[in-house]
């Protein structure tokens, strides 16, 4: 098992950034598929980005392509995702996620949550 711990949400206007981090402890972080799921009010859990353990094959949702960049730092044991250019309808809770298969992560099955941060886009 890995502990996940997210930071950075927050209230932005439509247009601007934030960048969300997330910390993980346990198992050899390296090892493992991470993404970013959000859900917002009413809705269903999705996948926005994920990213292998070498951090060399990344998936992203489509409505946030060319907006949002998935990374991370082995060495630091942490998890990266960058949003630009931010909507309101990216207002959501943002989960950060772990899985050991590239598989399982495309389909939302992560093994390890973390509790959420929360991203509010203002219009």
């Known amino acids: 098992q890995v502990q996940l711990v997210e930071s950075g949400g927050g209230l932005v206007q439509a247009g601007g950034s934030l960048r969300l981090s997330c910390t993980a402890s346990?198992?050899?972080?390296?090892?493992?598929?991470m993404g970013w799921s959000r859900q917002a009010p009413g809705k269903e859990r999705e996948t926005v980005a994920a990213?292998?353990?070498?951090?060399?094959?990344?998936y992203y949702k489509d409505s946030v392509k060319g907006r949002f960049t998935i990374a991370r730092d082995n060495a630091k044991n942490t998890l990266y995702l960058q949003m630009n250019s931010l909507k309101p309808e990216d207002t959501a809770v943002y989960y950060c996620a772990a899985t050991d298969s590239w598989g399982t992560a495309r389909l939302g099955n992560f093994g390890s949550w973390g509790l959420g941060t929360q991203v509010t886009v203002s219009s």
């Open positions: 990213i292998n353990g070498r951090g060399v094959i990344t």
């Open positions: 346990g198992r050899s972080f390296s090892n493992y598929v």
